[in-house]
């Protein structure tokens, strides 16, 4: 798995979002400057994360707005983001840009995993 999964994961793993919400956050944390991420790649990958079974999709509607699909993380998915989260913290070769992965998502850790990651930084 890549950054953009750990990226994706690691927003879902705060709150359930729709493929929408998931890009603005993505925009608004200006995470496209570590990585190319667009709303095409963001689309793809929840969709390919319900197949694995890390993610369950809801279809919702509120009042006249049109139907959206809000992704929720399953434990299966947590899982495989704490995976991650420690896969990419303890990499030989580190890139920059999977260090700043990490950090972006630490304060979702709770207190055992987040020593874990700060040591194996």
């Known amino acids: 798995m890549s950054t953009i999964d750990l990226i994706i994961l690691g927003s879902l793993y705060q709150s359930p979002k729709s493929a929408y919400e998931l890009q603005k956050q993505i925009e608004d944390r200006h995470l496209a400057r570590w990585v190319k991420i667009g709303s095409f790649t963001v689309y793809k990958k929840v969709i390919q994360y319900e197949k694995k079974g890390f993610v369950l999709s809801e279809t919702k509607k509120s009042g006249n707005m049109p139907e959206k699909t809000v992704y929720t993380l399953t434990s299966s998915g947590k899982t495989k983001f704490l995976e991650l ?7 030989e070769t580190r890139i920059l840009l999977d260090f700043n992965a ?20």
């Open 102 to 121: 990490v950090i972006v998502n630490m304060s979702l850790l709770d207190d055992t995993d987040f020593k874990e990651c700060m040591n194996n930084i």
């Open 85 to 91: 989260m420690s896969e990419f913290s303890v990499s």
